[in-house]
Every structure is written in structure tokens, then in C-alpha cells.
């Protein structure tokens, strides 16, 4: 794959906007990858965590908000208590999910669930899900 | 000994087993337990975003209830409720300009919250407010040659800052099911991700890791699975049936909370266990070990 670094990319509000939402400094990653060997979830992932965290630094941002890995994290917060520079990643994808549902684009349509699909699951897994996936 | 105790939302239906068989426990323990008056969600999740303050206002304002109780701990057994109400709770400890701004969101409450009570897990009452010698002492009916698998998942131990065990490798239900009699079986996946709530929109994902995880339960031996997330619960559980299809070797085990074996060593009843609340049926190990 092709990718070509500019510095118009690199000067993208939406880099300060991750950092300052998540709380966290993206350029001390160093890309040991961690966080991405150990993540539960990479299998279901087209951008792995250690490389969101490198699109981060570098504006990447349409790439970010159209991937399927930010939907595959459930927040499990193994990468955070695994990385060796205290990037809490899962706060970064957090944020990659809140830009979007801040502009109401939900990624679980609740008003298309049937009641038969919300009375499978109890409360917690409704709760949740809504919390993290509707704005 | 009277605990404050919040139950949230999964403790009144789908987990009602773990909030019956948690409270006999407490009280052969000898320990009153008073539910939250009032008490609301606490929204389940802990919000990320460092901007995100209204969704700390629901934890928050069950900390208020329980100041109304005259009492600064708070118990709850849920690992989700646990996690969103602990973390909520330190952010108010340590952020001040956060605190005034849930203050003023709450103005219509008797009572401002100053960040003064503790979360507490039901694990950590056991293990350091009763102490786990006082539980031995009092087990009657002691689990014998049961082997059971401790899945710790997430938000029992992850992150660091609020967690009671190590987040690699806990080990106190272990350690509790050990002193009820049992034999603790470890296994590799005992803090990985369940899936949580992926499971409304995709189960098969939750099959995945069903199949790994319970797969490495079965194949180190263990009889039961106990947890302490009805989340979990559910995934690990319910899921199974999903889990079987996709996955035509899987091997069925009951899982269960580790409340209702605590809660038979104790001497509980029958009654108090909920056990007809499971999708793969713990009874017939139950009875084959003389246990019910």
C-alpha cells in the first residue's frame, strides 16, 4: 500500500483534537507493536492498534473514521495497562468513535433492532452497547 | 458489619442469581446489607473522552446515596457497575474543576458530593474487610474435588489505578474458591476480553472467543467457570448455543457467578442459587459431587 506522508497532513486540526479529547501524547509511541499483539480483537481489525496510533500522528483521519477496527474495540484496556510509554490507546479510539457520534453518525441503529433482538440480551449488554455505539 | 450496596441494573433480571446468592453469603457471613435508596445505572461504562462529564453524573449521584445512608463505602458486586463507579469516583477525588461542574449538573440534591466514598468489589469485602480466613472458617460445606476455572475478564482488574489484583495474572477468586474447597484450574485466557458488548451486534464475534476461551477451560480440565460480570456471564453462558453451531467441537461447561459456590459452602439453600438461570445447567455436576 501506497501512503504518502505531507506536511499538510501533519499541520490537520484533527491531530491536536485526538490528543486533547483522549488526554493522551501520541508521539511517544515508539511502534513496539505491544499493544497490538496483545489486543483480542485484531482479528476483526483492518488498522491494527499500534498503526492507528501512527495514522493518528500523521493526520491520517479519513482512513481512521472509515475503518472497521474502531467498532472491533470493546475497550478491554489490555493494551493500556501493556504499553511500555502509557499511551492509554483505548482512549484514542474512543475518541476516533466520539468524532463520529458527535456528528450523529451511530454506528448501531437502535431503532431498526427488533424486540425480540433487545430482549435476548439483559440490560448491561444493551446499556453498554448504546453507550459506546449511539450518540 | 453493614454495607451500603449497589446493585444496578443486570442484578434485578438476568443475574438475579448473583445478587440472591450473593447476599445469603454475606449474611451467613454475618455481614447487614443495605441497598442504595433511589439508586440509578451507572451508566456501565466508564466514558474515555476527557471532555465527556455528563456521563459521570449518573455514577456520581449513586455516591451521593450512599452518603444519604450515613456511610462513606460503598459495596456492589457487578465487575461493570464496579469499574464505572470507581473510576467516576477517583476522577472526582483528583479533578476538583470536574467535581464543582457534576455539583452544579446535580443542583437540585440535598447533599453536594466532596469525592469521600470508597468503591468497594464484594472480592476486596471478603478478602480484606471480612478477610478470607474469617470466610474459611465459617465454610460448611466444603466444595470438594470440584474443579473450577476463575475467568477474571476485564474490568475486575484493568485499569491498573483501579483494580485489587494483578492484571496479568489475578489470582484472589482463585485464591476465594481454593478456601470454599475447590480446586482452582488456571488457564491462559483468564483476563482476555470476552467481547463485552459486541455481543448485541455481533455474537459471532462473541463465538470466537467463546470457543477460545471455554475451549482452554475444557482442555485444562475444569468442570465450572465462575465470573463476576453478568456481562461476561452472559457471553460465556448464553453464548454457547451460537458458539456450538459455528464451532461443531465445542464442548459445553456451565458457568457460573462465584457467588453461588461461595454461597453453597456457606450452607445456603437451593432456594438462594438461582440455578434454573443458566443456559448450560450446572446441576447435574452440582449433585454428581453431593454439592445440592
Known sequence: MRINISRKNRQNPFIEKVQELSGQNLLVCYQCGKCSA??????????????IIRYAQLGFKDELLESKSIWACASCMTCNVRCPKGINIAEVIEVLRQLLLRKRKDHVEVDKMTNAEKEDVPPIALISCFRKFTS | MKLAYFPGCTLKNHAKNFEDSALCALNKLGV???????????????SLATDDLIHHVAPVRNMIRAKELNTDKLMTMCAMCYNTLKRSNERMKKDAESLDIINDLMYEEEVKYKGDVEVLHLLEVLRDGIHFTAVSEKIKTPLQGLKVASYYGCYLVRPKEIGFDNQENPTILDELMALCGATPIDFPYKVECCGAYLTVDKPEIIAERTNQIIGSVVKKGAEVVVVSCPLCAFNLDQRQKVTKKIFPDFKNIPVLYFTQLLAISLGCSENDLGLNLHHIDPRPILKEKGLI
Open chain 2, 32 to 46: 447487614e446489607v443495605e441497598e442504595l435508596h433511589r439508586w440509578n445505572c451507572c451508566g456501565t461504562v466508564f
Open chain 1, 38 to 51: 496483545g489486543c483480542p480483537a485484531v482479528s476483526n481489525m483492518d488498522i491494527l492498534p499500534n498503526q
